[in-house]
């Protein structure tokens, strides 16, 4: 078993702990979907926290121990720049990685979905995107997990996953 783990990987959301601490869930290329323990990111001295932003594509040095993972390095590739200025861009990317991280099973290696997201994440940024694309790529993503999609607005892609996932997508990422 590798103890070091060296990967592109997404940054599909964060979750602070009451210490510095925080748990990072990445997408990477190798392992799929991990959690990995980002320890000190919260410090003030910590220069990791904002290569961690939810969306960055960004190049990951890992430490496994004990199965779990620990953050040793995060470089920024792209922090897709773009999105991050407009809100409508923001809420696409919110809400295709919420599904994506609610459909993704934990270390299953999905490079065909890697792809799709990199796909996603280089046509949001280009600025001219509709909610109809982003229909369009949750349907793509529904096909390579094996769900037969039929769906066509957006508001039929909502109820399609949460049937699913058997959770409700909160309102606010909608």
């Not at 037969?148 to 997508?169: A, D, L, P, Y």
Request: hydrophobic residues 40%; aromatic residues 10%.
């Amino acid at each position: 078993m590798q103890r070091h783990l060296k990967t592109e990987a997404v940054v599909l959301k964060r979750k602070y702990l009451l210490n510095r601490d925080a748990f990072i869930t990445l997408f990477t290329q190798e392992e799929g979907k991990i959690t990995a323990t980002a320890k000190g990111v919260r410090s003030m001295v910590s220069r990791r926290i904002s290569s961690l932003m939810t969306g960055n594509l960004i190049r990951v040095v890992l430490y496994r121990r004990l199965d779990h993972y620990y953050l040793q390095s995060a470089e920024v590739t792209s922090l897709f720049s773009q999105i991050k200025k407009d809100t409508h861009l923001q809420k696409e990317l919110y809400f295709f990685l919420y599904i994506l991280d609610q459909l993704l099973p934990e270390r299953a290696r999905e490079d065909v979905v890697y792809t799709l997201l990199k796909k996603f994440l280089i046509e949001l940024s280009k600025n001219n995107f509709s909610r109809v694309r982003t229909a369009y790529y949750c349907n793509k993503l529904l096909e390579l997990f094996g769900y037969s999609s039929q769906s066509e607005s957006i508001s039929e892609v909502v109820q399609r996953i949460e049937e699913i996932t058997g959770k409700k997508i909160p309102p606010f990422i909608i």
